[in-house]
C-alpha cells in the first residue's frame, strides 16, 4: 500500500478509486469465515458450558452476519444468485 492510498494521508479533493463491491462482499465473507470457524472450534473443545455458550453466541451472530452481506449483496446488485 503506498502512502496516499492510506486513508490518514490520502487527500480529500482525490477522487475515489472505483471500488468493486464483489471484491469487498467476497473479503468480508474470507473474515467472517475465519472468526466463524473459530468460534466453532472453540464451542466443540471448551470445558467450561459459560463459554462453550459464549462461542455458540458467537457462532449464530456470525452467521447472522454472513446472511446480511448476502443480502447487502443481492440488494446492492454486486452479484450473487
Known sequence: MNVSSHPKTARL???EPPVDLRLLFHQLNNQLGIIL???ELLEVK???EGHRARAAQVVSSV???M???RQIRIRSG???E
Open 67 to 69: 446472511g446480511t452481506a
Open 37 to 39: 470457524a473459530h468460534a
Open 78 to 80: 454486486a452479484g450473487g
Open 63 to 65: 452467521l447472522d452476519a
Open 46 to 48: 471448551v470445558a467450561d
Open 13 to 15: 479533493d482525490a477522487p
